[in-house]
């Protein structure tokens, strides 16, 4: 057990346990309802030696990209559960959650600690991410149209978790293609869903500068500077204002 994180939660009689029934769709806890969805804030995966061989990693990749953005998902160390895992803890309330092993029951868990009704289909969230995962790799083959394609099969699906980096996904893949009205939308989409996104500002500055639209371009990338003021270290971001500058220094010549 690591530090004092696993002994403060043996400490507090409050943890509970629970397991999810392999096919039972109810989601009838230990726990009442009202405990189970009150404010979740942050959920940790267990990585620690058993969990690990467990499938800890997989269970954590999975809940960092279904995750609404109110939620936060980290790697932890052990949760004195040794045995019973995966396990992970969803916090503030210190509920211990355990036997979380496959990415479907990852879905239906989260969907259950966030309060989502059951007839929300918890699979719909792992096909979108499975496009989502298709996008990428049409992306980095520059096949961007399929990219977009898959991307836009991911959010017709609706998915309870991610659908804003679906968005800024496809502004991407949009922009690439030199669709800058539509690459904007899906930014809008984005900020609409969470507005202090910075990457979904990022995009934003670069559609602009890509349309000549220097001032509005330096207002995104600002914005995305007053959110997050220690992207200024990032050299990606440090690349980005220095094509600008050079852009508006050449704009502003007689």
Do not use: W
């Not at 403060?8 to 189970?36: E, G, Y």
């Not at 499975?130 to 959010?155: G, P, T, V, Y």
């Amino acid at each position: 057990m690591e530090g004092g994180f696993g002994l403060a939660f043996n400490s507090v009689l409050q943890v509970a346990r629970l397991r999810l029934p392999s096919n039972d769709k109810s989601f009838c806890f230990p726990l009442p309802r009202a405990r189970i969805n009150a404010e979740l804030k942050e959920l940790r995966v267990c990585t620690n030696r058993t969990c690990r061989r467990q499938g800890s990693m997989q269970i954590l990749e999975t809940l960092s990209s279904l995750a609404p953005p109110e939620v936060a998902v980290k790697s932890c160390g052990c949760l004195g559960r040794c045995g019973a895992g995966p396990n992970l803890v969803a916090l503030p309330d210190g509920v211990v959650v355990g036997h979380c092993g496959t990415p479907a029951r990852a879905s239906e868990m989260l969907m259950a600690l966030c309060g989502i009704k059951s007839d929300h289909d918890a699979a719909k969230n792992l096909e979108a991410l499975a496009l989502r995962k298709r996008a990428e790799a049409e992306f980095e083959k520059a096949n961007f149209s399929e990219a977009d394609r898959f991307l836009s099969q991911a959010i017709q699906l609706k998915p309870f978790g991610g659908i804003h980096v679906l968005y800024k996904d496809r502004c991407l893949a949009r922009l690439t293609m030199g669709n800058f009205s539509a690459a904007l939308e899906d930014v809008r989409e984005a900020l609409e869903l969470v507005p202090n996104y910075t990457e979904a500002y990022i995009c934003q500055g670069d559609v602009f500068l890509a349309m000549d639209q220097y001032d509005a371009a330096e207002k995104s990338y600002s914005t995305c500077l007053q959110i997050d003021p220690s992207i200024c270290r990032s050299k990606s971001f440090k690349t980005r204002i220095g094509r600008l500058q050079e852009k508006q220094t050449a704009a502003n010549k007689p």
